[in-house]
């Protein structure tokens, strides 16, 4: 129905930068937003940065003002630009969507398979 496939991930030092890609494909007729979410070894997965309704935005704490989510509508596509990287943003970062199908009524939520950030002198 409905696939993210993340890219950008990799390895880079601390106080360095890392831009994600998150590309949504499919029977997709609306996506209501689109989120950044990670996890690390043997934690619970948690919510990075969050967009909807049009460009508002949510962080978590740990990352407001180093972050930026954002979105490409016409390309179904979403982006975290990571600035200021520390090594506890180590971690697996997977992609969200919620979405509303071609032809349906409700919204279903979407995850890419993951893209792993590591960061590390």
């Known amino acids: 129905q409905v696939q993210l496939v993340e890219s950008g991930g990799g390895l880079v030092q601390p106080g360095g930068s890392l831009t994600l890609s998150c590309a949504a494909s499919g029977s997709i007729y609306i996506i209501n937003s689109m989120g950044w979410y990670r996890q690390a070894p043997g934690k619970e997965r948690e919510l990075v940065a969050l967009i909807y309704g049009g460009s508002r935005t949510n962080y978590a704490d740990s990352v407001k003002g180093r972050f930026t989510i954002s979105r490409d509508n016409a390309k179904n596509t979403a982006y975290l630009q990571m600035n200021s990287l520390k090594p506890e943003d180590t971690a697996v970062y997977y992609c969200?969507?919620?979405?509303?199908?071609?032809?349906?009524?409700?919204?279903?939520?979407?995850w890419g398979q993951g893209t792993q950030v590591t960061v590390s002198s």
């Open positions: 969200n969507a919620d979405v509303i199908v071609d032809y349906d009524v409700d919204d279903f939520d979407f």
